[in-house]
């Protein structure tokens, strides 16, 4: 069973290290096979907190010189908006629908100098993002897939997520870390624990097991 540790927050409290938590989980016996990390100190590719955050899609342009490329202007919290050259196919039911501000779009945001995986190549292959032109374009940032991220190995488009999934306190350029990155436990379920089968048991015994409601 996985138990993403943002998940389990919803319902109680975890204010302890992950190797902690790692540690009372199993010692009661809801034994922790493995403990992936997203994003977050401890994973294997960690997203940069300055280089890798939240926008918000503003608007969808047809790229003048592409037919494959699409102009995504996004709001990642500076002063001015940034214009991302992209072909990501869930992008161009937008295009030309004008200001979709309103529509509450959000997708994760690579500025020049990041290190993600690449997308294009077999296996998790790590790159530095640099600043280039593209059909006349310069680019120097990507709205990226979970491959990219790191995440899973889907890349057919960009992660799109719309603000009402996620807390008001997330706003452009809050670093996607704190959106998305988690610890995630594999816990081993036997039968003599199978009350801890579902995110609210696991919750109820480590509550018990730390003295919280």
């Given at each position: 069973?996985?138990?993403?540790?943002?998940?389990?927050?919803?319902?109680?409290?975890?204010?302890?290290?992950?190797?902690?938590?790692?540690?009372?989980?199993?010692?009661?016996?809801?034994?922790?096979?493995?403990?992936?990390?997203?994003?977050?100190?401890?994973?294997?590719?960690?997203?940069d907190r300055d280089k890798i955050v939240l926008s918000h899609i503003q608007r969808v342009d047809q790229h003048p010189d592409a037919d494959r490329l699409v102009l995504a202007a996004v709001d990642?919290?500076?002063?001015?908006?940034?214009?991302v050259v992209t072909g990501a196919p869930n992008l161009f039911p937008?295009?030309?629908?004008?200001?979709?501000?309103?529509k509450n779009l959000f997708s994760p945001l690579a500025l020049e100098g990041a290190t993600l995986y690449d997308g294009h190549k077999e296996g998790r292959k790590?790159?530095?993002?640099?600043?280039?032109?593209?059909r006349g374009i310069y680019n120097d940032a990507m709205l990226c897939s979970e491959k990219e991220l790191g995440i899973s190995d889907e890349h057919e488009g960009v992660i799109?997520?719309?603000?009402?999934?996620?807390?008001?306190?997330?706003?452009p350029g809050t670093p996607l870390q704190d959106v998305l990155g988690d610890a995630v436990l594999e816990?081993?379920?036997?039968?003599?624990?199978?009350?801890?089968?579902?995110?609210?048991?696991?919750?109820?015994?480590?509550?018990?097991?730390?003295?919280?409601?």
């Open positions: 069973m996985l138990v993403p540790l943002s998940w389990l927050s919803d319902y109680v409290d975890i204010d302890l290290p992950v190797a902690e938590v790692d540690r009372i989980l199993t010692n009661a016996g809801l034994e922790v096979k493995q403990c992936t990390f997203v994003g977050i100190p401890g994973a294997d590719l960690e997203w990642y919290g500076a002063d001015e908006e940034k214009v937008y295009v030309g629908k004008g200001n979709i501000s309103q790590k790159s530095k993002l640099k600043g280039r032109a593209l799109i997520m719309t603000k009402d999934q996620w807390s008001p306190a997330y706003q816990i081993d379920i036997i039968p003599n624990i199978a009350r801890c089968a579902s995110m609210v048991g696991v919750a109820r015994e480590y509550a018990a097991l730390t003295n919280q409601d």
